[in-house]
């Protein structure tokens, strides 16, 4: 990867960091560096801005979901999403209904962190930690390509499927009659269509 690639990307990510003026001086004036010296301030300036409490905040807490630019693990999502091939509108939405993004969110089922994946269904995709955002990210973001894949790129059924199993929606031909999966559905959808706040 050249470097102005490597710039151009940082730069998109300080973007969705909202550290895009600093980072963008920081990249605007490059200082000549001497042989043997270190890029020390920058290396620490990158690992400042891109460390938990500065996507989370200061107490380490979520964002506010509404507050403008403050989607929690946005650059996550948005790398996720791409791998994947999936909307990324509808897996932040998935990940609010789902967590409202606390990686640390479990249920009395046993699912786990932003993307409250089962056990098996995390070890299915890889996902050794899905206390750790990225692999849990990563790892709903895949679920939910199987889901659309499966589905015919239904995005209503591969949401279904995600909160009720793929046996459900088959079962009914669509969207399960069950009251949590039809809300979840409509959470969904809202949240990534900017209709739910």
Do not use: C, W
């Amino acid at each position: 990867m050249s470097i102005d690639v490597t710039v151009a990307r940082v730069g998109e990510l300080a973007k969705l960091l909202s550290f895009a003026p600093a980072l963008a001086a920081v990249a605007a004036a490059p200082a000549p560096v001497a042989a043997g010296a270190t890029t020390a301030p920058f290396s620490a300036q990158l690992a400042s801005a891109l460390s938990p409490t500065t996507a989370t905040g200061a107490a380490g807490a979520p964002a506010a979901p509404g507050a403008p630019g403050a989607t929690p693990f946005a650059a996550e999502i948005s790398a996720a999403a791409a791998r994947n091939g999936v909307d990324p509108s509808v897996l932040t939405g998935l990940i609010r209904a789902e967590s409202n993004f606390d990686p640390n969110a479990g249920s009395p089922a046993g699912a786990q962190g932003l993307t409250q994946l089962m056990p098996a269904t995390a070890a299915g995709l890889g996902v050794a930690n899905p206390l750790d955002p990225v692999q849990s990210i990563e790892g709903g973001a895949r679920y939910l390509r199987q889901q659309l894949d499966h589905f015919g790129g239904d995005v209503t059924k591969a949401l279904a499927a995600y909160n009720a199993g793929p046996g459900a929606v088959e079962r009914f031909g669509g969207v399960p009659p069950y009251e949590e999966t039809q809300n979840y559905v409509r959470r969904v959808l809202g949240y990534a269509q900017g209709t739910i706040s």
